[in-house]
């Protein structure tokens, strides 16, 4: 699929995306729960379907109701199929292969595109002390893996990824842990071990946290129970509308709590720090254009918000400085090159030097076409950049939103922006 953003102002009102972190978060907990579980504003991402496939394949079933939400029946990980397919999800293969392993029955966990390449060591060296066999492809995909899961007092590294973590926590929550613990050192994302926190204590399992570094399982474990979830709006893909807004014109996001756990709801925070116009109330956050400039922010605990915010630099007076670049290698794409490639070409250049990004505001966007790299963030960004560039943005295999924001460019039309979508079946605008 091929995008063309023309130079376009908007204005109106647009519902912020569903979280696929919360989503799947949920989905997972859904299946660890004996009972029947309500999703309420489920995502149609590709990130959420895999999530509904992979848990309706260890077990559960899946229903959807006239009113648009999910209901999902379970009696917990009870495998159907010797493989699970989690497609291009991160969060999905690494909170699931835990959960998996409860079942003593031999599973092979598979995926696709860039998960083909990301690195799963970490299984390697953490299941064998949990009493689970695995055998990895060189610490990557496929793992076939043989359970059950035994709960026992591990210290992981938290350093690559907070989803790694997800995964243990849920599952040591199913598998009856009692009176263990789960030692991080070095954690990134913590805001993403927070939400995952929060969805085990809504389906009844509590963990003790001491500062992010211990996890604690209580001395008599209650086990997941059924209940009713309202999935959240997704601050990560909101912070591309949010953008778009301080750089094209005052829009209002609706469906945003700014008192989440979400870690990409510090984009408010950056917004502020480079003079847009920002006002927060509850559920909707209104943005517009004010005297754009540079600012430093550290997105560590927040490496989504990269390509959102390097559009929005691109729009700024002077050097803009961002921290946690150590942060993108293992993305859908290695996204520091990726962003300094396309906005390369897009007339932004980007410097990078250890773990910080350098963007150089001031030249003006310049016309051009880029490509997604199969990046879902980065055909975004590219997108509401070309919402100021100085003519005609092509954005060739822009199917890459579907993994996580499907309706993007139809909520950006709904805006006023000027877009064309070429697909193999035709043109639309």
Same mark, same amino acid.
């Given at each position: 699929?091929?995008?063309?953003?023309?130079?376009?102002?908007?204005?109106?009102?647009?519902?912020?995306?569903?979280?696929?972190?919360?989503?799947?978060?949920?989905?997972?907990?859904?299946?660890?729960?004996?009972?029947?579980?309500?999703?309420?504003?489920?995502?149609?991402?590709?990130?959420?379907?895999?999530?509904?496939?992979?848990?309706?394949?260890?077990?559960?079933?899946?229903?959807?109701?006239?009113?648009?939400?999910?209901?999902?029946?379970?009696?917990?990980?009870?495998?159907?199929?010797?493989?699970?397919?989690?497609?291009? /999800?991160?969060? !999905?293969?690494?909170?699931?292969?835990?959960?998996?392993? *409860?079942?003593? $029955?031999? @599973?092979?966990?598979? =995926? &696709?595109?860039?998960?083909?390449?990301?690195?799963?060591?970490?299984?390697?060296?953490?299941?064998?002390?949990?009493?689970?066999?695995?055998? /990895?492809?060189? !610490?990557?995909?496929?793992?076939?893996?043989?359970?059950? *899961?035994?709960? $026992?007092? @591990?210290?992981?590294? =938290? &350093?690559?990824?907070?989803?790694?973590?997800?995964?243990?926590?849920?599952?040591?929550?199913?598998?009856?842990?009692?009176?263990?613990?789960?030692?991080?050192?070095?954690?990134?994302?913590?805001?993403?071990?927070?939400?995952?926190?929060?969805?085990?204590?809504?389906?009844?399992?509590?963990?003790?946290?001491?500062?992010?570094?211990?996890?604690?399982?209580?001395?008599?474990?209650?086990?997941?129970?059924?209940?009713?979830?309202?999935?959240?709006?997704?601050?990560?893909?909101?912070?591309?509308?949010?953008?778009?807004?301080?750089?094209?014109?005052?829009?209002?996001?609706?469906?945003?709590?700014?008192?989440?756990?979400?870690?990409?709801?510090?984009?408010?925070?950056?917004?502020?720090?480079?003079?847009?116009?920002?006002?927060?109330?509850?559920?909707?956050?209104?943005?517009?254009?004010?005297?754009?400039?540079?600012?430093?922010?550290?997105?560590?605990?927040?490496?989504?918000?990269?390509?959102?915010?390097?559009?929005?630099?691109?729009?700024?007076?002077?050097?803009?400085?961002?921290?946690?670049?150590?942060?993108?290698?293992?993305?859908?794409?290695?996204?520091?090159?990726?962003?300094?490639?396309?906005?390369?070409?897009?007339?932004?250049?980007?410097?990078?030097?250890?773990?910080?990004?350098?963007?150089?505001?001031?030249?003006?966007?310049?016309?051009?076409?880029?490509?997604?790299?199969?990046?879902?963030?980065?055909?975004?960004?590219?997108?509401?950049?070309?919402?100021?560039?100085?003519?005609?943005?092509?954005?060739?295999?822009?199917?890459?939103?579907?993994?996580?924001?499907?309706?993007?460019?139809?909520?950006?039309?709904?805006?006023?922006?000027?877009?064309?979508?070429?697909?193999?079946?035709?043109?639309?605008?």
């Amino acid at each position: 699929m091929i995008v063309t953003i023309q130079p376009s102002g908007i204005k109106g009102t647009v519902q912020a995306p569903t979280s696929k972190s919360s989503m799947q978060r949920a989905c997972a907990a859904a299946l660890l729960a004996t009972g029947v579980t309500q999703i309420h504003h489920p995502g149609n991402s590709n990130d959420d379907l895999a999530a509904l496939d992979t848990i309706q394949k260890l077990g559960a079933t899946v229903v959807h109701t006239k009113k648009g939400s999910l209901t999902i029946h379970s009696k917990g990980v009870h495998p159907t199929s010797g493989e699970i397919d989690c497609g291009e /999800s991160g969060l !999905g293969i690494r909170m699931f292969t835990p959960i998996a392993a *409860l079942s003593k $029955k031999e @599973i092979v966990i598979n =995926g &696709s595109g860039s998960l083909a390449t990301r690195p799963m060591h970490f299984f390697d060296d953490i299941f064998p002390q949990l009493n689970i066999s695995i055998l /990895s492809n060189n !610490g990557r995909l496929p793992l076939r893996i043989k359970g059950p *899961l035994v709960p $026992k007092n @591990i210290i992981v590294d =938290g &350093s690559l990824s907070s989803q790694f973590l997800t995964g243990l926590l849920m599952a040591f929550g199913a598998a009856g842990a009692t009176n263990v613990a789960i030692t991080v050192k070095d954690l990134k994302s913590k805001p993403y071990i927070e939400l995952t926190l929060q969805v085990m204590k809504q389906f009844g399992v509590e963990v003790e946290n001491d500062n992010f570094q211990t996890f604690r399982f209580p001395s008599a474990p209650v086990g997941y129970r059924p209940s009713s979830y309202t999935v959240e709006g997704d601050w990560s893909g909101g912070a591309f509308l949010l953008v778009a807004g301080a750089i094209a014109g005052n829009i209002s996001v609706k469906g945003l709590d700014i008192y989440s756990s979400q870690a990409d709801k510090a984009i408010v925070q950056a917004l502020m720090s480079s003079g847009a116009k920002v006002f927060v109330q509850e559920g909707i956050v209104d943005v517009g254009p004010g005297a754009l400039k540079s600012f430093h922010f550290d997105a560590t605990d927040c490496p989504d918000l990269f390509p959102p915010l390097v559009a929005l630099a691109s729009c700024c007076e002077g050097t803009t400085i961002i921290e946690g670049v150590n942060r993108l290698a293992f993305k859908e794409s290695d996204r520091s090159l990726t962003l300094q490639e396309e906005f390369g070409k897009l007339g932004i250049r980007i410097e990078l030097h250890d773990d910080f990004m350098t963007i150089y505001g001031s030249t003006g966007l310049k016309a051009n076409t880029v490509h997604s790299h199969h990046d879902h963030r980065i055909a975004m960004a590219c997108a509401v950049a070309g919402l100021r560039a100085d003519g005609e943005t092509s954005i060739t295999e822009a199917e890459a939103i579907n993994k996580s924001y499907p309706d993007f460019f139809e909520d950006l039309l709904l805006l006023g922006a000027g877009i064309d979508i070429q697909t193999a079946a035709g043109k639309s605008s």
